[in-house]
C-alpha cells in the first residue's frame, strides 16, 4: 500500500494525474495543438454529462475545466509521438481526434468522480493509450508531411566517390 501511495505521488508530481484545480508540467515546451474540441466531447459523452463532470451544480458546461483536460490530453499526445512525429502535430485527424476525446473524457471523470469512471470510458481510455502506443513504434502511422520526404543524412556537399578516384571521369 505504501508503494502503491508513492506511485500515485509520484504521478501526482510528474503532471500526469494531477487534479485539474492544479496545473500540470507540459511534458514539453512546444506549446499545445488542441486535438478535440468541447464539442468533440459533447459528442462523446452529452452536454449534460459534461456539466455534470465540470460545474458543481450541473447546471453548465465549465469551459474552462474541458478545456484545461483536451489541453492535458493533446499534451499527453504530443509526448506520446514526439520521438516519432515532428511535435505539435498540425494535421487534422480523425484518429486523433477521437483519441484526444477519450483521453480528455476520461481526465473529466477522473477529476470529478475519482476512479468512478463508467466502463466505457475507461475502456475508450485504455484503446486510446494502445493506438499512441501502435502510433509511436510505428504499427499505426499518421500521414504527415515528413512521410511524403525522402529523409537522409547525406548533403550536396557529400561525395561517396570523388573524380580522382573514378579515373577523372
Do not use: W
Amino acid at each position: 500500500s505504501k508503494k502503491k501511495e508513492m506511485n500515485k505521488t509520484a504521478l501526482y508530481t510528474t503532471g500526469y494525474f494531477a487534479p485539474l484545480n492544479m496545473t500540470p508540467t507540459p511534458p514539453h515546451n512546444k506549446g499545445t495543438t488542441m486535438y478535440c474540441t468541447i464539442d468533440d466531447l459533447k459528442n462523446a459523452l452529452t452536454e449534460d454529462i459534461l456539466a455534470r463532470l465540470t460545474d458543481e451544480n450541473g447546471a453548465e458546461i465549465n469551459t474552462t475545466r474541458v478545456n484545461k483536460a483536451i489541453e492535458f490530453a493533446s499534451s499527453l499526445i504530443d509526448a506520446h509521438l514526439e520521438g516519432s512525429y515532428p511535435t505539435p502535430l498540425t494535421l487534422n485527424s480523425p484518429l486523433l481526434t477521437n483519441i484526444a476525446a477519450s483521453l480528455a473524457a476520461f481526465r473529466l471523470y477522473t477529476d470529478s468522480c475519482g476512479d468512478d469512471a463508467p466502463d466505457s470510458v475507461s475502456s475508450a481510455y485504455t484503446e486510446a493509450l494502445n493506438l499512441l502506443a501502435k502510433l509511436q513504434n510505428g504499427e499505426l502511422n499518421l500521414k504527415t508531411q515528413r512521410q511524403n520526404e525522402t529523409l537522409t543524412n547525406k548533403t550536396p556537399c557529400d561525395k561517396l566517390f570523388s573524380r580522382r578516384f573514378l579515373g577523372g571521369l
